[in-house]
């Protein structure tokens, strides 16, 4: 009887639910290269980003005004606006442009640098800088370059050569500063309410920016393929992936949380393979390997 009641215990560990999480939010972090490539083809990189945005807030608000703080924000406020201005304005806007401008395989390889600056600024919210969590990022990271390059690292020297590349390195910054600045917020307020918040202030911001672009015009014109990759940036990797990955961060801490997203070229990798037909190289498994270990290395303990 004791051993069934630990048996339980151990599998509803938050810790353990929080992991599990993030490893689906993988998939909506994946998916979102992929749809977003598709809505780009008829859309502009801000009109893409207002509808991702306006969409994740409106699915997003019921759970918001259930969740919202009884006793306001408080000391939430300075770290929620950063978290606006980052992750909700500057974070998708260059994430798309980067795409607009450069390859997909670019763009993941240098949001892939995200874990690590995230990694290094982590002692500014209290999260110690060990030996254990960089080797394991590093780990990720060499196994992502070679996923994400499929074994030619050659192709790291040409990638200061595009303004897409530049793009790329700038989002990964922005994301790193949301990650840091969403430790101190989950503390205190809801995922859904805090990404409802962000979203909605952050689409309204990018409205305003989008406006010579006619974001209207370009939903109505755009195609169901289109359309369709907008719904799924929303649905899977905004809302469904934005709220796994402020549990984690929640739970087990942001340092612990963003080595997750090397995960993200292995399962691109996958879904290639699996929906586009691309063949499923040596350097994929091989690169997939070290992500999972440096994955399994960082959050062990």
């Known amino acids: 009887m004791a051993s069934t009641v630990t048996e339980r215990s151990a599998t509803c560990d938050p810790r353990t639910l929080a992991y599990a999480g993030l490893s689906v939010s993988t998939f909506g972090w994946a998916a979102a290269f992929i749809a977003g490539k598709v809505a780009l083809a008829d859309m502009t990189p801000l009109s893409v980003a207002v509808w991702r945005y306006a969409l994740a807030s409106t699915v997003l608000l019921p759970f918001a005004v259930w969740q919202r703080p009884a006793r306001g924000i408080g000391r939430a406020v300075a770290p929620l606006a950063l978290m606006v201005v980052c992750g909700g304005v500057l974070y998708p806007w260059l994430f798309l442009l980067a795409l607009a401008h450069t390859s997909a395989t670019n763009t993941a390889l240098l949001i892939a640098l995200n874990p690590v600056f995230t990694l290094l600024l982590s002692p500014l919210v209290g999260e110690p800088l060990d030996r254990h969590r960089l080797g394991g990022v590093s780990l990720a990271l060499a196994g992502a370059t070679v996923v994400i390059t499929a074994g030619d690292t050659r192709h790291l020297l040409g990638l200061s050569l595009q303004r897409g590349d530049l793009l790329a390195v700038a989002a990964a910054g922005c994301w790193a500063l949301f990650n840091l600045a969403s430790r101190p917020v989950v503390a205190r307020l809801a995922p859904a309410f805090t990404n409802c918040v962000v979203y909605g ?44 990955f402020l549990v984690g961060v929640r739970t087990v801490g942001v340092g612990r949380t963003v080595v997750f997203v090397y995960l993200v070229p292995v399962l691109t990798a996958v879904l290639s393979t699996t929906l586009l037909g691309e063949p499923f190289r040596l350097a994929q498994a091989v690169g997939g390997s070290a992500v999972l270990g440096g994955v399994y290395w960082t959050t062990r303990g």
């Not at 370009?218 to 719904?231: E, M, S």
């Open 201 to 244: 202030l952050g689409g309204l911001a990018l409205y305003g920016l989008a406006r010579a672009d006619a974001p209207w015009a370009q939903l109505a014109a755009a195609t169901p393929a289109a359309r369709g990759g907008v719904v799924l940036m929303a649905l899977l990797s905004s809302v469904m992936a934005g709220q796994l």
